[in-house]
């Protein structure tokens, strides 16, 4: 079979303007892959680990990471993530967070994100970052599984 899975982007983020904000950004950056929106990190982890077609088990997916969530830290899901066994470690996550202390985001980088970006986004650099994802997504897209 020559189809190809394209990646999915998993967004956890708990502010809805944000959020909206953020998808209006990737659309307008030309981006149309599959947003998958969480507000709070229990649902996030349970989609991303043990959903059927969650990321762990189906294919990868992008991740954009709030740190301040209502029900855990957005670090303790990175960690969660990075320290995974299946492909899901090596899925590219985006920290996208109010917070913009510097030993926090070194520890950020520490535990494995790939670009850590301070909200308010300034919409001129958060869409240059985007239409860099946009092409490293196009890029990685992988061939469908076959049952």
Known sequence: MNQHQTVGIVMIEDDAGHARL??????????????????????????????????????????????????????????????????????????????????????CYDLGCNVYITKPVDYENFAQAIRQLGLFLTVIQVPEVEA
Request: aromatic share 4%.
């Open 22 to 107: 953020i998808e209006k950004n990737i659309r307008r950056a030309g981006i149309l892959n599959d947003i998958r929106h969480f507000t709070d990190g229990g649902s996030a982890l349970e989609f991303l680990f043990d959903a059927a077609d969650g990321p762990a088990k189906n294919g990868p997916a992008l991740i954009l990471l709030d740190l301040n969530l209502p029900d855990m830290s957005g670090t303790d899901i990175l960690q969660r993530i990075k320290a995974d066994t299946s492909p899901l470690r090596r899925a590219p996550v985006v920290v996208l967070t109010t917070t913009d202390d510097k030993i926090e985001i070194q520890r």
